[in-house]
């Protein structure tokens, strides 16, 4: 296995322009369990690309070359008291993996975490890539504003593209003040319908829900948890919680969250902390219409009666992640019927390679959209040197 | 004017009218097919009126397979395409030419559903934005981006051009309100991106398509966010001795936590002509000013406004205006909504659109005045401050062709020196044919390159709205 890793954006393209095989494309290694296995004999990594290239609090933004890590990133934007919005998950404690999380990859892989349902992924945040495409040319897109429809938005093809459109170079982020306090409101006790139902209304209130997850029985504690976090100035915290405590009397008096309790229950619905083991359990991960999402696990239930089935919800419904055993397809017949029906999709985000190889790890896509993205992934990457079928079959 | 090339029309497509008229007639047998040349004069130009062309035929299909089947046609007969919503772009992005078919979605303008729980609604793309807003008004939600033109405009046109508002501070603009589309490819065949869940599967192609000006195919549906109702929005008018503080003040109300729901700035000479137009009570003797808008309780809205005004009295705020009302408020935001029209009674001027880091603000603002002074040019300045969406208004007088050639010389240096400070073309507007030629400013030869082989995915002939946003010498390299 060779090993690149380019000092340079210029190195990177010579590299790329004179590969005559396959390369994955990493930036710390954390997330290596994501996608379809692909064999390549060259990894092209992103490690030495590292440096913040523009802060400007100010103006709310934030450019780094792409193996810069996260945590660099993070601990900057707080010292001056402003933060991603969009809450990467990090990979680590699910993968069981090391190595630093890079602010590349969260751009590549489009990694959000619960404050999504509220303000949007990463790829609503980014807002200007560099990068290197399979010619091994240099490109660039977008920019430093947050206004910007100039040509077309190679930024959003590149967010979530998992590399197969480019090697990322640089990415530029914006960015927000974080809120001067936060609380959470816990409900105890409801079923998980009941729990859907009142995190779709709350989501419908104008008191600004950031974060709103539905912990099930004997996930994360004994008791059944419905989390509803609300950010901003103190005296608003308390006049919101009132409201929505009044709101929804009928599902009981919740506990109110405050401080590092809070901030470490967010992080373990972030980072899904609850399914991560054990460890040889797959985990899949449902993007649903909200209110489905109660309906679509119950379906998966029947369907899968007898398997050891464990649930956590996010996004107030949209985002459900499964973790249960890998026998057989790990679910993936029931799970795709019962997400199809309710017009979501599924991700093994979790598996063995043996498993991920004989399960479509991705949603598979109608004939007319699949045609659209080998075309795209060719008009980007010719030869086929990317990641290449590591999020589509032979693309 | 003149400056801008519209290629001619291909002799061998006008040859073929009757033909192509009668495929249509087919497909449309009724009087959603216009080729009568007076019923399509209106046709032949958008807010961009400087430039015209009248349409070979004007199609106003009222359903995804109508669309489907005239494209079909079209793409087989190696027919352009022009596919136009309301006809407001300011870039000239529905502008046709003779040898092209212009399909409007006036005609399919319905809400399907509303789901409140999911947040969503599904609408026909000839919608106007307003009517989204509405439509879900009587529950408490509305569509957030808010384009000026929102009256008229269609979201099929803010999905072409990725149209923000004054309120994207905030919200976001078109692509972080989108959750869906179908979209008919150029050969007719149908494809649904998104849908109603958070995130689509795949590659992220509703965001390609979204501000990609009508080129990869025509949306007939969306799926947009619909957001809940703030309990209250209010303003606080401050006006300032100069731009820099005023910028200052923009800077440190962000580095205070504070993310209002829009910050306007407007220089003197706006403040000038919309005082005199709106009778907003603008004070006149300051260089800037902010208009300032939080939304909340009126506990929250007092509270955030005192902070707001704390800090603007640290950066020789000469002028404070609360709002204490509605009717105060609506005052307030008069004026600036009534910018365009009120330098229309003035003088003809065209609308610029373009990005700077607003960090960049009093610099650009001098150099602007620079750029048309220079030409003996006026301009007023409107601006969306906190996100550094500039909107320069060069005033001229359009019987004057000497004038008008300076106007769009002025425009394009003013665009340049938006580029050239690290910004953008254009904010929200689009590039259309108006800044076609600029893009080479922005962009070299290789991201070019990269933009049209995937345009080219979608549309192999270039068939759909030719002659826009891409320089006209635009070819893939070999």
Known sequence: MTLHAPASEEEAAALIASATAPMRLEGGGTRAGLGRPIQTAATLTSRRLTGITLYEPAEMVIGARSGTPLAEIEATLAERNQMLTFEPMDHRPLFASDGEPTIGAVAAGNISGPRRVFGGAARDSLIGVRFVNGRGQVVKNGGRVMKNVTGLDLVKLQAGACGTLGFLTEVIFKVLPRPAAVTTLAYAGLDEARAVELMCEAMGTPFEITGAAHLPAGIGGEEARTLLRLEGFPEQLDYRSGRLADHFAVHGTPERIEGEAGDALWRSVRDVRPLVEPFDHAVWRLSLPPKTGAATVAAIRQGLAGTDLRVLYDWSGGLVWLALPEANDAGAAAIRAATRAAKGHATLVRGSTELRARVAVFEPEAAAVAALTRGVKASFDPRGLLNPGLMHPGG | ?478
């Open chain 2, 1 to 478: 004017m003149g400056a801008i090339t519209i290629p001619e029309p291909d002799p061998g497509i006008l040859a073929r009218r009757e033909r192509i008229v009668e495929g249509l007639r087919a497909i449309l047998p009724g009087e959603n097919l216009i080729t009568d040349p007076r019923e399509l004069a209106p046709y032949e130009t958008d807010g961009f009126t400087a430039y015209a062309r009248v349409p070979m035929a004007v199609v106003l299909p009222e359903t995804t397979d109508e669309v489907s089947r005239i494209l079909a046609f079209c793409s087989a007969e190696g027919v352009p395409v022009v596919p136009r919503g309301a006809g407001t772009s300011l870039a000239g992005g529905a502008i046709p030419r003779e040898d092209c078919v212009v399909l409007g979605v006036a005609k399919m303008s319905r809400v399907v559903a509303i789901d409140y729980a999911n947040r969503t609604a599904r609408v026909q793309s000839g919608i106007t934005n307003i009517a989204i807003s509405m439509a879900v008004a009587e529950e408490g939600f509305f569509y957030a981006p808010d384009p000026s033109s929102q009256l008229a405009c269609t979201i099929a046109g803010n999905i072409a051009m990725n149209s923000g508002g004054a309120h994207c501070l905030k919200y976001g603009v078109t692509t972080n309100n989108l959750l869906g589309v179908t979209l008919v490819l150029v050969d007719g065949t149908v494809v649904e991106l998104g849908g109603e869940q958070l995130d689509a599967p795949g590659l992220d192609l509703l965001g390609l398509v979204c501000g990609s000006e009508g080129q990869l195919g025509v949306v007939t549906e969306a799926i947009v966010r619909i957001l809940p109702l703030a309990e209250g929005a209010r303003p606080v008018l401050f006006g300032f001795p100069s731009s820099e503080a005023a910028g200052a003040c923009v800077a440190e109300i962000i580095a205070h936590g504070i993310v209002p729901v829009a910050i306007e700035f407007m220089d003197k000479p706006a403040i000038a002509i919309c005082e005199a137009f709106a009778k907003a009570g603008y004070p006149l003797d300051v260089e800037a000013m902010l208009i300032v808008e939080v939304e909340g309780s009126d506990e929250e809205m007092d509270a955030t406004l005192a902070r707001i005004i704390e800090i603007a009295r640290r950066h020789d705020v000469a002028t404070i205006k609360e709002s204490k009302s509605a009717t105060e408020t609506a005052q307030i935001w008069k004026g600036r909504k009534s910018a365009f029209g009120a330098t229309g009674r003035i003088a003809d001027y065209i609308c610029m659109d373009g990005t700077i880091p607003t960090g960049r603000l009093p610099e650009v603002l001098r150099r602007i005045s620079e750029i048309c002074e220079g030409r003996g040019l006026r301009v007023a300045n409107v601006f969306h401050a906190g996100d550094g969406n500039l909107h320069p208004l060069i005033l001229y007088n359009v019987n004057d062709p000497a004038d008008a050639l300076k106007a769009e010389e002025a425009g394009n240096d003013i665009l340049s020196l938006c580029v050239e400070v690290g910004g953008c073309l254009t904010g929200e507007h689009g590039v259309g044919i108006e800044k076609r030629d600029l893009m080479h400013r922005q962009f070299n030869a290789v991201d070019l390159d990269q933009q049209l082989r995937v345009r080219a995915v979608f549309d192999p002939q270039g068939l759909l709205n030719p002659g826009k946003v891409f320089p006209l010498d635009s070819r893939i390299a070999a």
